[in-house]
């Protein structure tokens, strides 16, 4: 439909973005978690714009970002995405991040400013700290 065709028309326009970066977008992965039907339709449009390695169900090591439905503060529940996020240091970011894509695609390399928090122990920030441990082991 037109909005499809709008839509894929932006992200083709994405804006100049160092080529490290490009390459890099070619290798994400998803899983989400936590969407109603029309924001999850919604977000995986936006994702098959960008020419990722697109959407799978579970998390696994090919996963490199969890995307959720988050309150405006970023809080998101433990689903079992989540918790399976957090466990292998997988970028958890909410769905604003995506909305935020598609007002202005320079958000596209903002992600980690979306990253979620724990919506059960009132905005801990498990996931941050779960990646940065995760990359701060990698030689």
Same mark, same amino acid.
């Given at each position: 439909d037109e909005e499809d065709e709008?839509?894929?028309?932006? $992200?083709? /326009?994405?804006?100049?973005?160092?080529?490290?970066f490009v390459k890099e977008v070619k290798t994400w992965k998803f899983v989400l978690s936590n969407l109603s039907g029309a924001r999850r339709k919604s977000v995986? %449009?936006? +994702?098959?714009?960008l020419k990722t390695q697109g959407i799978v169900k579970k998390v696994d090591r090919s996963v490199t970002? +969890?995307?959720?439905g988050s309150d405006s503060s970023l809080r998101a529940p433990r689903t079992k995405e989540?918790?399976?996020? $957090?466990? =292998?240091? %997988?970028?958890? @970011?909410?769905?604003?991040? @995506?909305?935020?894509? @598609?007002?202005?695609?320079? /958000? $596209? @390399?903002?992600?980690k400013q979306f990253e979620v928090c724990d919506e059960e122990l009132g905005?801990?920030?498990?996931?941050?700290?779960? %990646? +940065?441990? %995760?990359? =701060?082991?990698?030689?």
């Open positions: 709008e839509h894929d028309e932006n $992200v083709d /326009n994405l804006p100049p973005i160092d080529d490290e995986m %449009r936006f +994702i098959k714009g970002h +969890i995307i959720m989540y918790i399976m996020g $957090v466990a =292998s240091g %997988r970028l958890i @970011v909410s769905d604003l991040w @995506v909305e935020a894509c @598609v007002a202005d695609l320079k /958000n $596209v @390399v903002k992600a905005g801990a920030q498990g996931p941050w700290l779960s %990646r +940065i441990a %995760r990359l =701060s082991s990698k030689p």
